[in-house]
């Protein structure tokens, strides 16, 4: 599934051919993606300028002139083509700007989302109410994880991956930021020391950055809008390592687990 870094980079790519341009065609192709995609979606956007492009949490976005943002998501193997060949079965949503540029919304599984959102509202649309603050901006410190996480007994891998904590974190990076900070994923929450919130708290948007700087992790289907493959993955240090030596030299070998339904990999000897 993409995460923030490879929706992070989905969006500077658009934002090259997109921002400042007319939108002259705005074309579902489908009544539906993971939900239902509004009905006026194509009307409302087609004529409209793109005068900004953004992100939160896993969600892109694009805003217009007439007031209205397009909000989208990559679910599971979506990804944006910027003039394609040809126009794919799997492609659900087209646009087409003015200075000739086409550009497709590919999503075989269809787990992707397409909505509008009022542009001065945004904040009290309903998939962004209640989201915690964004991994990336310097919101995030050791101080403050100490005091969101107090008294929590679920797994710190689990609360890191609850939106409702950090907007946008997922499985991935997380485990890749556990392992930086030496914290075992296991480890309940509100037990974690001061001082190993201090080193995650610096250890998530690094490894967020880094990995926005490698074009993402090309993981299945991912490709950034341009077609290139991010490289990121080249540098995991836990993630998808099974029985591999621990790159932290510790002479330890990264196991995985699973917690909450997803796989966790990390270090049992360096990570405590």
């Not at 217009?64 to 126009?87: A, C, E, K, N, Y």
């Not at 990121?232 to 909450?260: H, L, M, P, W």
Request: proline share 5%; net charge positive; glycine share 12%.
């Amino acid at each position: 599934m993409p995460e923030l870094p490879e929706v992070e980079t989905t969006v500077r790519g658009l934002e090259r051919v997109l921002k400042g341009r007319r939108l002259t065609m705005v074309e579902p192709r489908r009544a539906d993606l993971r939900r239902s995609i509004p009905h006026d979606l194509g009307q409302r956007l087609t004529g409209a300028k793109v005068i900004e492009l953004g992100r939160r949490a896993k969600y892109g976005l694009i805003g217009t002139d007439r007031g209205d943002t397009l909000i989208f998501h990559l679910g599971m193997s979506g990804r944006w083509r910027i003039d394609p060949v040809g126009i794919d079965k799997h492609d659900h949503l087209l646009i087409e700007t003015d200075n000739g540029h086409r550009l497709a919304l590919n999503d075989p599984r269809r787990f992707g989302s397409l909505d509008l959102a009022e542009s001065q509202n945004i904040a009290d649309w309903d998939g962004f109410v209640g989201l915690g603050p964004e991994p990336l901006g310097g919101a995030i410190h050791g101080l403050w994880l100490k005091q969101k996480l107090a008294g929590r007994t679920a797994a710190i891998k689990l609360m890191l991956l609850d939106q409702r904590i950090v907007a946008g974190l997922g499985n991935i990076y997380v485990c890749e930021a556990l392992f930086r900070a030496r914290i075992d994923p296991r480890k309940p929450a509100g037990k974690v020391s001061r001082a190993k919130l201090d080193a995650l708290a610096a250890a998530i948007p690094e490894v967020l950055e880094e990995a926005i700087r490698a074009g993402g992790s090309s993981l299945r289907d991912f490709a950034a809008p341009d077609g290139e493959l991010g490289y990121f993955s080249k540098a995991f240090d836990v993630y998808d390592r099974e029985g591999q030596d621990c790159r932290g030299n510790c002479g330890g070998t990264v196991r995985r687990i699973v917690q909450g339904g997803r796989s966790t990999f990390f270090c049992p000897r360096c990570q405590r």
